[in-house]
Nanobody, 124 residues
Framework: QVQLVESGGGLVQAGGSLRLSCTTS????????MAWFRQAPGKEREFLGT????????YYTDSVKGRFTIFRDNAKNTMYLQMNSLKPEDTAVYYC?????????????????WGQGTQVTVSS
């Protein structure tokens, strides 16, 4: 069983930066596709970006492309989400997710493991 723990959320002013971390309990290394999602109150869980298994290719949704960056440190079993130029509309609970399977990575129901979420609040 793989467990994911997010950290790094908090309150930041618009235009600021935050880095979220997602640490896995097992040695997932590069064999898991991992992703970041977020969910604002009253909205569906939204795909932000992914880092794929093996190749480590990254893909992002258009709303965060150029502002958010996903990278991983396999030795630390940790994936990161670097968020720059934050906007009030980025306010949400942020979740990391993981799966060892080949999936459509944009669909949250396809992931097998989830973190508990971390709150990000961007003030205007």
């Amino acid at each position: 069983q793989v467990q994911l723990v997010e950290s790094g959320g908090g309150l930041v002013q618009a235009g600021g930066s935050l880095r979220l971390s997602c640490t896995t309990s097992g040695r997932t290394g590069s064999t898991y596709t991992m992703a970041w999602f977020r969910q604002a109150p009253g909205k569906e869980r939204e795909f932000l970006g992914t880092i794929t298994r093996n190749s480590g290719a990254t893909y992002y949704t258009d709303s965060v492309k150029g502002r958010f960056t996903i990278f991983r440190d396999n030795a630390k079993n940790t994936m990161y989400l670097q968020m720059n130029s934050l906007k009030p509309e980025d306010t949400a609970v942020y979740y990391c997710a993981a799966t060892p399977r080949n999936i459509n990575y944009m669909t949250f129901r396809n992931y097998d493991y989830w973190g508990q979420g971390t709150q990000v609040t961007v003030s205007s």
